[in-house]
């Protein structure tokens, strides 16, 4: 929200794009944010 105020300050994905060009970093970076997120759909819920 605070690069949408200041146009000076870089956004996440700018600073990402570096470090991502590489794609074995690329790839395990998509693994590990699919892998969380196959964590976040089977993890148990707590009883209500």
């Known amino acids: 929200m605070v690069t949408l105020a200041d146009d000076d300050l870089p956004a996440l994905s700018d600073l ?3 470090v991502l060009a590489c794609p ?3 790839g395990g970076a ?3 944010w699919l ?3 196959a964590w976040l759909v089977a ?3 707590r009883p209500g």
């Open 24 to 26: 074995v970093l690329r």
């Open 35 to 37: 892998a969380v997120g």
């Open 30 to 32: 998509t693994l590990g």
């Open 43 to 45: 993890r148990p819920r």
């Open 16 to 18: 990402a794009d570096p």
